[in-house]
């Protein structure tokens, strides 16, 4: 129970957070710069939080779990990347659309491994 507690804790304040993001990054942008500033940063922290954890033999620490899969699972989100991707699709912005879509594979997988290297250090 005090597993869920922590990821039930960790989600909704990234959760909070992301729609504060949103808010100010996505008021008439065309690309959504919100999710996108998230995803990157979720996927900086996840790979700093884990790294540090493999490093440190600490994978079932609870730390994990509010961060890790709480947080950064609130925090982020592949849903509304994928939906604002179709919405580009859908209203012909193909330019804006490759952009986002590629520009966020890109940066949050080297976001994953800037945060395994970050990890490094502690």
């Excluded at 998230?38 to 490093?55: C, E, P």
């Amino acid at each position: 129970m005090k597993n869920l507690l922590l990821v039930f804790i960790g989600g909704g304040l990234g959760s909070s957070l992301r729609y504060i993001v949103g808010k100010w990054l996505n008021p008439n942008a065309l690309i959504p710069y919100g999710t996108f500033v998230v995803n990157v940063l979720g996927s900086l922290l996840i790979g700093v939080i884990l790294g540090w954890a493999i490093k440190n033999n600490a994978l079932n620490n609870p730390v994990n779990l509010l961060i890790g899969v709480g947080f950064c699972g609130g925090f982020t989100t592949f849903s509304t990347f994928s939906f604002e991707n179709y919405a580009l699709l859908k209203s012909g912005d193909y330019l804006p659309f490759f952009v986002y879509f590629f520009s966020s594979l890109f940066f949050g997988m080297l976001a994953v491994f800037g945060g395994m290297l970050l990890s490094k250090q502690f």
